[in-house]
């Protein structure tokens, strides 16, 4: 019996005589708790002063964390990064700012949970607003074209740095780093000039690429501009766990995080004709919007005409309003990719990408998804196939004829890649 996460809970499926994909995270067995391994990280930085040197002589530090979509540990990180800071000067002023890139903010209860209502209580916290052009200031041009334009918050600190994670990301290869600064607490101007149409169509904007990843090209290149000074990124277990930290220079500090990470995560295909998946469980399944991520990696190992069955809770509903309608209202989804492609840079609009990556494998692939049964209505509006149970999308799927299954219990933890 195999447990495939969904919300705070998980659905239990026989796999016997199917092929399951899983990453060997499970395999990492971290030496002490998550905040002694974020300060051994930290008292050996990689290509970088250690932050209590950093510090000196600054009046203010900008910290950028992770919002309510990521399960970063910050109670793991910002302990250590508080009390460095602190060491190399007392007197430093130091500002939360909320990375929501093109998300919704952040609510209080969401920052209680991720922080813990000590830190949240005595911090000062700036949630990013992506909408608001007054909040944002140009820093500079992208290799894209797109301007650069940054939360003025950071963009006035004296000392910029950003606690994250590392996980394969679907289009940028990896989270975590560079992606703090873009599209992290990025205008939506920049955002969507990054995030247009012929880079997501890249085949090197893939998961775990980043080698000629032209999306992973323009988020250094913003992090630069915003003299991104220092970072502590970690990875963690599928009980979302920090396994291990990586501190220091946003480039080689997070690769050196990738590379670790990459030897645990990547698996060969396994291709069948019903690829069962998840975005992980909670938050990470919180929505419509973010189940593209499992998609893909369902999308890797799924025999052309195939199914694709996504085990998400989605409490928020599709997480984007523009996502949703575009879906909706799209004559077919063939039709939606070529308008998409049409599209240039500078005419992007909010949440194209997602939408992009959800037709082209929905070209390609029949998707079943099992969620809530409020949202029936609204996953066939979206031009997927609902389903109350994965009994029944199995069901469903095996009456099209099709009979070989791939298990991948986490679609967001894997790197599926020959």
Not at 238 to 266: I, M, P, Q, W
Not at 276 to 289: C, E, F, K, R, V
């Amino acid at each position: 019996m195999i447990e495939i996460p969904y919300g705070k809970t998980v659905i239990e499926f026989d796999e016997t005589g199917a092929s399951v994909l899983t990453s060997r995270i499970g395999e990492l067995k971290a030496e002490g708790d998550g905040l002694s391994i974020v300060k051994a990280a930290m008292e050996h930085p990689i290509d970088s002063p250690r932050l209590c040197e950093l510090a000196k002589g600054k009046k203010n530090c900008v910290i950028i964390i992770s919002d309510h979509t990521r399960p970063v540990p910050s109670k793991d990180i910002l302990p250590n990064m508080f009390a460095e800071l602190k060491e190399g000067n007392p007197d430093i002023e130091i500002t939360l700012l909320v990375a929501t890139g093109f998300h919704r903010p952040t609510t209080e209860a969401e920052l209680r949970g991720k922080l813990g209502d000590e830190i949240y209580e005595q911090s000062r916290i700036v949630i990013h607003d992506c909408r608001n052009a007054e909040s944002n200031v140009q820093v500079g041009i992208l290799p894209s074209g797109a301007p650069c334009v940054i939360d003025k918050v950071a963009a006035g600190a004296d000392l910029l740095i950003s606690e994250g994670f590392i996980e394969p990301h679907f289009f940028a290869g990896f989270s975590g780093g560079r992606k703090s600064v873009l599209p992290g607490v990025c205008d939506q101007v920049t955002v969507l000039g990054n995030h247009c149409s012929r880079f997501i169509d890249s085949d090197k904007s893939r998961t775990g690429k980043l080698d000629g990843n032209p999306m992973h090209e323009d988020m250094v290149a913003a992090a630069k501009f915003a003299k991104l000074a220092y970072i502590v990124n970690v990875v963690i277990d599928e009980d979302k766990k920090t396994v291990a930290a990586f501190a220091g220079n946003y480039v080689t500090a997070h690769r050196a995080g990738c590379d670790f990470l990459l030897s645990y995560a990547k698996v060969k295909p396994a291709y069948a004709d019903i690829v069962i998946t998840s975005n992980g469980g909670a938050p990470l399944d919180q929505n419509i919007y973010q189940c593209a991520k499992s998609m893909s990696a369902a999308e890797a190992t799924c025999n052309p005409g195939g199914v694709i069955i996504d085990c998400v809770e989605c409490a928020d509903g599709h997480g984007g309003q523009a996502f949703y309608e575009t879906l909706r209202d799209c004559e077919n989804v063939e039709k939606l990719y070529e308008d998409i492609m049409a599209t240039p840079q500078d005419k992007t609009v909010p949440d194209q990408w997602e939408s992009q990556i959800m037709a082209r494998i929905m070209k390609k692939f029949k998707v079943i998804m099992v969620t809530r049964p409020e949202l029936k209505t609204m996953v066939e509006e979206m031009k997927m196939t609902y389903a109350a149970s994965l009994d029944e999308a199995i069901a469903m799927a095996k009456a099209m004829g099709k009979k070989s299954i791939t298990v991948i219990p986490n679609g967001i933890s894997v790197i599926v890649s020959e």
